[in-house]
């Protein structure tokens, strides 16, 4: 019950692991960009997206982070405890982001693991060998970062606490008052 009354809304939590079901969210931003068309940007009501996640699977994590970028509807991402992994990547994606005090966000290459014969690992690691890249590109696009500070720091768990957020750009202000998001 409490899901249909956030979501009428327009507030959504991300706080499982991404996977194929965090993008049912995609649906949903999906559906209200279709309910907003001819609504100037500026009168349309934000989509909200509360971060608490550890991360999750690559792949889901940038077909969500797209689609928020691409929504003419503002989405505003805010990290509410953790935003680890793919939750940095997608608290990223926002059009205004936001953390609260004391939470943290932890940025690094990912995790993978593959089986099979010789050659499929091998082209198994080839590709995720380019979307690590890819990844860097999009951290290095959206945030502060630097280049030479993210390649030192994302082969390790690069743990952020709120005031680092800022620093980096991950995000634009510490949330202070519910109300800001409220809107």
Do not use: C
């Amino acid at each position: 019950m409490n899901y249909w009354k956030l979501a009428d809304k327009r507030i959504f939590y991300i706080q499982d692991e991404i996977s194929e079901y965090t993008l049912e969210i995609q649906k949903a931003i999906l559906s209200i960009n279709i309910d907003d068309q001819g609504i100037e940007y500026d009168q349309r009501k934000p989509i909200v997206l509360l971060i608490h996640t550890p991360g999750g699977y690559l792949q889901e994590t940038m077909s969500l982070a797209t689609m928020i970028i691409m929504s003419k509807t503002p989405i505003i991402t805010v990290n509410i405890g953790m935003a680890y992994s793919g939750g940095a990547l997608l608290l990223l994606a926002g059009h205004k982001r936001y953390a609260m005090k004391y939470s943290k966000a932890m940025i690094h290459t990912g995790s993978g693991g593959m089986s099979g014969t010789y050659e499929q690992t091998e082209a198994a690691q080839k590709i995720y060998r380019k979307q690590v890249d890819e990844m860097s590109q999009y951290i290095l696009e959206r945030s502060k970062i630097a280049k030479k500070t993210l390649t030192k720091n994302r082969a390790t768990d690069w743990y952020m606490d709120h005031d680092e957020q800022i620093k980096y750009g991950l995000v634009d202000e510490i949330l202070n008052n519910l109300e800001d998001i409220l809107i």
